[in-house]
């Protein structure tokens, strides 16, 4: 297994545009969140699923963001009428439920989608 | 509403030395992780603490947590260049997955 990936690593969009971001997690994590990092910061989150139900959601994705997780695989994250603000790193993390000795595991990170709006 | 506080944000640091970075959270906590990120790269777990006086070592460098204190500690050994990275600090809610993070420090270790 090659970790989390993101697709695409970078995107520059003009203000006003969609745009659509995609996470493959670690196969069989059935957890996935995303997370927003602007720079010199921590990364803030934005949401999160268990399988294919989105279970949290931050008060920081206004109506503009959706974030889809329809097989329990694969997620995407939508902006729709970007924003200058908009402009972050995008973070995808998966984690399993339990791991031996029921444990909760540790959150793994993807390389991220680096979002400019111009 | 959880909050968590790091400090320093920036060290700049000779090798060989040692230093400590603590990190605060105001309320209750789960769990407590340190995660390394190296400049326009991702974040790499290093440790997960779980229950207060729970310390971890990996090479050089040593993590503590004391739940009482709400406090955490990423102690670095005779620093070498290679350590150069920021660190952060994430807090686990009580009955939630949602991480929350500090600043970052962000730890230059000059030959």
């Known amino acids: 297994d090659t970790g989390v990936s993101q697709d695409p690593r970078h995107k520059i969009t003009k203000r006003g545009q969609n745009v659509t971001f995609r996470c493959d997690p670690i196969?069989?994590?059935?957890?996935l969140y995303w997370y927003r990092q602007t720079l010199g910061q921590g990364p803030e989150f934005l949401t999160y699923f268990q399988n294919e139900a989105q279970l949290e959601k931050s008060r920081l994705l206004s109506d503009r963001f959706s974030a889809e997780r329809p097989k329990g695989s694969f997620s995407t994250l939508e902006i729709q009428r970007t924003e200058q603000g908009d402009s972050a790193m995008y973070l995808c993390?998966?984690?399993?439920?339990?791991?031996?000795?029921?444990?909760?595991?540790?959150?793994?990170f993807g390389p991220g989608t680096r979002l400019l709006v111009l | 509403e959880l909050k968590v506080e790091q400090n320093p944000l920036f060290l700049s640091m000779q090798e060989g030395k040692n230093y400590t970075i603590y990190c605060n959270y105001s309320t209750t906590s789960d769990r407590l992780y340190w995660y390394r990120q190296d400049p326009g790269k991702s974040l790499e777990s290093l440790f997960v603490l779980l229950s207060n006086g729970a310390v971890k070592q990996e090479g050089r460098l040593m993590a503590s947590l004391d739940t009482k204190a709400r406090l955490s500690t990423l102690h670095i050994t005779a620093a070498v260049h290679d350590l150069s990275a920021t660190y952060f600090c994430?807090?686990?809610?009580?009955?939630?997955?949602?991480?929350?993070w500090g600043a970052g420090t962000k730890l230059i270790i000059k030959p």
């Open positions: 196969s069989e994590h059935n957890r």
């Open positions: 993390a998966s984690s399993p439920t339990w791991q031996a000795g029921g444990r909760r595991e540790t959150q793994y």
């Open positions: 994430a807090v686990e809610g009580t009955g939630n997955y949602q991480l929350i």
